[in-house]
C-alpha cells in the first residue's frame, strides 16, 4: 500500500478506484457482523467462496463480506446487487442454490423473504416492512463496504469529506458547519455537537488537546455502537480526522471495551491501513495538519460511559467519576483539553461535511435533526437494529418496523434509554422520539436502545432487574448512589416477594427523588427512572403484588401458582417439558402439578399448545 503524499495523490486513487468498480456485476453481499456470524455466516462465507472457485465464477460474479445489516432476526442473510434480492435465514444448504441463481439471472421464490401477515413472498430488501420504513444514512453504508478493506471505503465515497475539508483549508467553518446541521451528542445527553467543538476549539493549545470515541456501549440489549465499529470503523476514524481539523486536536483515542473482539479487531486494522495510507499521522496529505489515533480497551464498566470515569479508566486509574467543573472540555486527559463524543455522532460528521449542514437538517424535527440508530429488541417479531428520522412516534417504531407483538399478547411497553431509562406504556406510543418528549415522559433516548415487553411482562420485576444491574455497576464514590441503589433494590425484591406493605411504595419514591438530586454523576442521577416510570404508569400492578399478593403477569415467582385446566388432552408434552418431573397424569386425561415439587419456571406453560396452563 502505497503512502499517499498529496491531495491530488488521494484523488488520483479514488479516481482509479471507481472506474475500475463495475456496479452492473452481480455481487453477493453476506452480512457477518458479531449477529452474523453466531447465526453462520461464516459457513455461508466459506461455501460461497468454494463454489465461486470451484464453478470458475469469480470474475461473474463477486462477493463481499461486511458489517450487520440490521436484521438480526433474519441472520444470516444474504443480499445480491445490483437487484437487491434478500434471501433471510440462509442454510449452507442453499447458499450453493443462490450461487446458481445468480450466475443464472434467477430468483429463488422459496427463500425469499415472506411477510408475516399476508404470507406474500417480497424479493428486494427496500421493499421488506423493516427495511421500508427506515432512513438508513449510516447503517445502509454497512451494506456497501467491507470494513477490512480501506480501497473498498474509499471508492465508495470514504474519506472524501475530510479531504474537502482539509482542500478548504479553513478550521472555523468546520465547526460552523457542524452548528449549523444542528447535530446532538447521539450518545445519550444530546448536547449540540457544534458547541462543544466550539469550546474545545477556543481552549489554548500549548501543550495538546485530545478527541476521544467513546465506544463503551454497556447498556443490556444496546448493541448499535457495535455494529458500527464493526461495520464501518473508517467512518469514525474520518469523523474524528474532521474533528481534529476543526478543534485544533492533535491527538485521539477509540475508548471501545473489551467484549467487542470483532470491533477491536477491524478498528486495528482500518488504524493500520489509515496510517500506511498516509490518512494518519504526520503532515497528512501534505496539508501540514497532523493527527494520531489510537485504541484503548475498556474493561467494561458501565459508569465509564460517563466521561469524567472514562477519561480516568483511560488514564489507568479506576473508572470513578470526578465533580465538574473544570469540564473535560476544559481540562480532561492527562489535564489537557478534551472533547467526548459517542461513535454515531463521530460517524455522522462526514455525511454533514459531504451533503451539507442543510441537506442533514431535513430529516428529523426542530432541535432534533437527523437520523438515530436504535437496537430493537424484546417481545417484537422484527428484532434488530433499526435507524430512523428523529421525531418519528413510538408506535411507527414497534409496530411498522417491528411488526408488533412476537406472540399472542398485545404489547404492554418500551424501555427506551437503557436501565437508566423508563417505560412507556403503549397508550402513550404516539411519542415522539427526541430527547424533550421522551424527558417529558419519565425516560431519555440515551445510547439507543429499546425494549419491548408484552402483557407477560411484570413492569415490577422490570424495575427490579435494572436496578440489580445499577446497584452492581455503581463504582460506589457516591453514598446516596451506592446504598440508594442497593435498598431500592431490596424494596422492590420485598414487593416482588410478597414482603411488602403499602408504605414501601412512598418509601421507594422518596429515596428515587433523593438519589435523582444528589448523585455526582449521570448513572446515580438517571438510575430511579426505571423505579418511577413504572410508578408513575403501572402503579396498580405494585399495588397488586402488595395488597393482593398476587402477579399479573405470572412471572414473580413467590406469588404465582401453576395449575392445569380442563383444556389439558394429555398429550404428556408438559410431563416431558418438567425438569423437576412436578407433572403427572395418564395419556388422554387431565394431567396434575405437585404445587410441592413446581418451581414455577414456566416451562409447562411455554410449550402448552391448548392454553392448558393457568397461572393465579
Known amino acids: 500500500m502505497e503512502t499517499l503524499k498529496t491531495i491530488d495523490n488521494f484523488l488520483t486513487l479514488q479516481a482509479r478506484l471507481v472506474a475500475d ?179 474545545l476549539a477556543g481552549q489554548p493549545n500549548g501543550h495538546g488537546k485530545f478527541l476521544v470515541c467513546n465506544g463503551d456501549e454497556g447498556d443490556p440489549g444496546a448493541f448499535m455502537d457495535r455494529s458500527v465499529l464493526e461495520g464501518n470503523p473508517h467512518s469514525i476514524i474520518e469523523g474524528m480526522i474532521i474533528g481534529a481539523y476543526g478543534t485544533g486536536a492533535n491527538e485521539g483515542i477509540l475508548y471501545v471495551r473489551n467484549e467487542y473482539p470483532l470491533a477491536i479487531k477491524h478498528l486495528v486494522i482500518a488504524l493500520r491501513q489509515a496510517y500506511q495510507l498516509g490518512l494518519l499521522g504526520s503532515d497528512i496529505l501534505g496539508t501540514g495538519f497532523s493527527f494520531d489515533l489510537r485504541l484503548v480497551r475498556g474493561a467494561g464498566a458501565f459508569v465509564c460511559g460517563e466521561e469524567t470515569a472514562l477519561i480516568k479508566s483511560i488514564e489507568g486509574m479506576m473508572g470513578e467519576p470526578v465533580q465538574r467543573p473544570p469540564f473535560p472540555v476544559q481540562k480532561g486527559l492527562y489535564g489537557k483539553p478534551t472533547l467526548i463524543n459517542n461513535v454515531e455522532t463521530w460517524a455522522n460528521v462526514p455525511i454533514i461535511m459531504n451533503t451539507g449542514a442543510q441537506s442533514f437538517k431535513k430529516i428529523g424535527k426542530e432541535r432534533n435533526y437527523g437520523t438515530k440508530i436504535f437496537s430493537l429488541v424484546g417481545k417484537v417479531k422484527n428484532t434488530g437494529l ?63 436502545g429499546m425494549i419491548v415487553m408484552d402483557e407477560r411482562t411484570c413492569m415490577v420485576d422490570v424495575a427490579k432487574y435494572f436496578m440489580n444491574f445499577l446497584k452492581e455497576e455503581s463504582c460506589g464514590k457516591c453514598f446516596t448512589c451506592r446504598k440508594g441503589t442497593q435498598r431500592m433494590y431490596e424494596i422492590l425484591d420485598d414487593i416482588t416477594a410478597g414482603r411488602a406493605a403499602r408504605e414501601a411504595l412512598d418509601l421507594l419514591e422518596e429515596l428515587a427523588a433523593t438519589v435523582k438530586d444528589t448523585t455526582l454523576c449521570a448513572l446515580g442521577q438517571t438510575a430511579p427512572n426505571p423505579v418511577l416510570s413504572t410508578l408513575l404508569y403501572f402503579r396498580r400492578e405494585y399495588l397488586n403484588h402488595i395488597e393482593h399478593h398476587r402477579c399479573p403477569a405470572g412471572v414473580c415467582k413467590s406469588l404465582i401458582t401453576y395449575s392445569i385446566n380442563e383444556n389439558c388432552t394429555g398429550c404428556q408434552l408438559c410431563v416431558r417439558t418438567c425438569s423437576v418431573e412436578a407433572i403427572t397424569g395418564e395419556k388422554k386425561k387431565v394431567h396434575l402439578i405437585d404445587q410441592a415439587k413446581c418451581i414455577r419456571c414456566g416451562a409447562c406453560r411455554d410449550v402448552c399448545k391448548l392454553n392448558a396452563i393457568d397461572i393465579r
Not at 40 to 67: Q, V
Not at 387 to 403: A, C, D, H, Q, S
Not at 418 to 424: A, E, M
Open 21 to 199: 468498480r463495475d456496479p452492473g456485476i452481480p455481487t453477493l453481499i453476506i452480512s457477518a457482523g458479531t449477529c452474523g456470524q453466531a447465526s453462520g455466516a461464516n459457513d455461508l462465507i466459506r461455501i460461497a467462496k468454494r463454489e465461486l472457485l470451484s464453478k470458475k465464477l469469480t470474475k461473474k460474479i463477486h462477493l463481499r463480506i461486511t458489517g450487520c445489516h440490521g436484521f438480526c432476526e433474519m441472520e444470516p442473510s444474504v443480499l445480491v446487487e445490483p437487484r437487491r434480492t434478500f434471501y433471510p435465514k440462509v442454510t449452507p444448504r442453499d447458499m450453493d442454490r443462490i450461487v446458481d441463481a445468480v450466475a443464472a439471472d434467477a430468483i429463488l421464490e422459496d427463500l425469499l423473504f415472506a411477510d408475516p401477515t399476508t404470507e406474500k413472498r417480497i424479493e428486494t430488501q427496500d421493499e421488506i416492512p423493516f427495511f421500508k420504513n427506515q432512513v438508513r444514512t449510516l447503517l445502509g453504508f454497512n451494506e456497501k463496504v467491507d470494513p477490512i478493506r480501506i480501497y473498498n471505503y474509499i471508492e465508495h465515497g470514504g474519506y472524501q469529506a475530510m479531504v474537502r475539508v482539509l482542500s478548504k483549508g479553513n478550521p472555523g467553518w468546520v465547526i460552523e458547519e457542524i452548528k449549523a446541521s444542528g447535530l446532538r451528542g447521539r450518545g445519550g445527553a444530546g448536547f449540540p455537537t457544534g458547541l462543544k467543538w466550539e469550546i
Open 386 to 448: 433499526i435507524e430512523v428520522p428523529m421525531g418519528i412516534t413510538l408506535g411507527e417504531v414497534v409496530y411498522g418496523i417491528g411488526g408488533g407483538s412476537s406472540g399472542k399478547t398485545e404489547i404492554k411497553a418500551v424501555q427506551t434509554g437503557g436501565p437508566s431509562g423508563g417505560c412507556i406504556p403503549a397508550s402513550r406510543f404516539d411519542l415522539t422520539i427526541d430527547y424533550e418528549s421522551l424527558k417529558v415522559a419519565g425516560s431519555i433516548m440515551g445510547s439507543g
